[in-house]
């Protein structure tokens, strides 16, 4: 049976114009999207810095839009609550950083908010299988988290596929998110495997018409 169930989009402000957040919010707002994906990144867990609670702190003034923070950090424990202070809807952190998930996953959401869990490239569904039904979201990298802009890794739809088949055959309430690489192409690819949610960062801000590309999007 076909899906009816609207592809949620959620933006990656990772490619936007940081001098000018605020607009390119709005602009993702006024193209019809109900999240915003926001890339944390220390330097540690991946090799690249991004934003840290002050940038969601201020943004979350500007807009009403679901916060999906993303934190690609070796110590979520550590600085995930001052994410939710500043406004965070959902945290998703990764399953390779060496943490408690379980006590992690339950702190997260008895603080009120949603808790993810993300899995890059070479990490199999095994791995997160028994965290599946307390997770609100699982983040399935399509490429190796770090940067923007990379090609989306077709050897990761039977992963998505997978994770599919088990949250409906097991009835969790679990929402599939999928990142990295997703043009308007690869957007049927991902929700055809069974996503539910798609991020996207380059394809969107780096197009000579964003709010279209946003729209695209919508498969
Ligand atoms: C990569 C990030 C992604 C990235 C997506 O580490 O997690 O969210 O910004 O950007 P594109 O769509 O350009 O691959
Ligand atoms: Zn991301």
Known sequence: MKKMKKVIIAPSIL???????????????????????????????????????????????????????????????????EFKEAGADLITFHNEVSVEKNKLVEDIKSSGIKAGISIKPETSVSEIETLLPYLDLVLVMTVEPGFGGQSFMENMIPKIKSLRKIIDENNYDCLIEVDGGIDSRVASICVDAGADALVSGSYIFAAKNPTEAVKSLFV
């Open 15 to 81: 490619s936007a114009n940081f001098a000018a957040l605020k607009y390119d919010v709005k602009m993702i707002e006024e193209a019809g999207v109900e999240w915003v994906h926001i890339d944390v990144m220390d330097g540690h867990f991946v090799p690249n810095i991004t934003v840290g609670p002050v940038v969601v702190k201020s943004l979350r003034k500007e807009t009403k839009l679901f916060f999906d923070v993303h934190l690609m950090i070796a110590n979520p424990e550590k600085y995930w609550r």
